[in-house]
């Protein structure tokens, strides 16, 4: 007779990370009045922890939502955190309201993210352009997806779903024109070559950044991975990369900080027992 194992035990859903005391994205009432240098202070107990590689924060995210931490939970905190990541910088380089925040968002949870921070940045005022880039004509998770509709609603977002180089092509136009460029295109799990219409979409963030807009990244820069450090090709390079739950090994190598730029890395809830470190 073979033995039945416990069952998870489910953790309420916490307001504080529990590692760091750090008052986690949607409950911090302060977070979107922060300028850059005050940000990086907030969360420098989070970059201080011991850094993961892609398939250990993969697995803590997992474990997480088994123990009832919801995904969408989840991803508002960490959309919340890069809206306020985003805002800093603008404001960090005089650009905040001097032109729209390009918000460039792919098929995965990535891209939920990007939704999720669009959705903050439009609530403060600011106008948003949001480009769902992506063969498909709705994200690839539950998650995003919901995240990708409710932008249906905001008046300060316009969304584009950018499907082929020729309509990103159309997007650039003025790009010198945007006040920051958001890359939520790819997480984690890039190996080889990026295709189109990815591909098309670094060239635009590159393009934007030898004009000298800044470039934020969510978790990672594009088709650097997070385990390694190592670029795919081509990669975005960063000015600031906002990470999750703890550093990652990636990010702190030699090649993949010169990608990386500036790290924070932000609280989003993942319980102690979802990753022990």
């Known amino acids: 007779m073979s033995a039945t194992l416990p069952a998870p035990t489910l953790v309420i859903p916490a307001s504080v990370d ?3 005391g750090i008052t986690l994205p949607v409950d911090d009432a302060a977070l979107m009045t ?7 202070k907030h969360w420098s107990a989070a970059k201080d922890l011991p850094p993961m590689a892609a398939e250990a924060m993969t697995g803590a995210d997992r474990k997480a939502q088994r123990l009832g931490v919801p995904g969408s939970r989840l991803m508002e905190q ?10 800093a910088v603008a404001v ?4 905040l309201g001097r032109g729209p925040i390009l918000v460039l968002c792919g098929p995965g949870n990535n891209g939920g993210d990007g939704f999720v921070a669009a959705r903050h940045l439009a609530h ?4 948003v352009l949001v480009v769902f880039v992506a063969g498909e004509p709705k994200p690839g998770t539950r998650d995003a997806t919901v995240n990708w509709d409710r932008l249906a609603n905001e008046a300060r977002v316009t969304r584009i779903h950018a499907p082929s180089p020729r309509d990103l092509a159309i997007v650039g136009q003025g790009i ?6 958001v890359d939520a295109l790819l997480g984690t799990g890039v190996r080889g070559e990026l295709r189109d219409p990815i591909r098309a979409a670094v060239a635009l963030i590159r393009r934007a950044a030898e004009a000298g807009v800044p470039v934020v990244a969510v978790d990672t820069p594009t088709a650097i991975d997070l385990t390694s450090g190592e670029p795919s090709e081509p990669a975005v390079r960063a000015d600031l990369t906002v990470t999750f739950h703890r550093p990652k090994a990636g990010l702190l190598t030699r090649r993949g900080a010169a990608f990386a730029g500036k790290v924070l890395v932000a609280p989003i809830g993942i319980p102690l027992e979802a990753d022990r470190a």
């Open 92 to 95: 960090d380089q005089g650009r």
């Open 124 to 127: 403060l005022g600011l106008a």
């Open 176 to 181: 010198e024109k945007a006040s920051v460029v």
């Open 34 to 40: 922060l300028g850059l240098p005050a940000l990086v």
């Open 18 to 20: 529990p590692r760091t």
């Open 78 to 87: 960490a959309g919340t955190a890069v809206a306020a990541a985003v805002r």
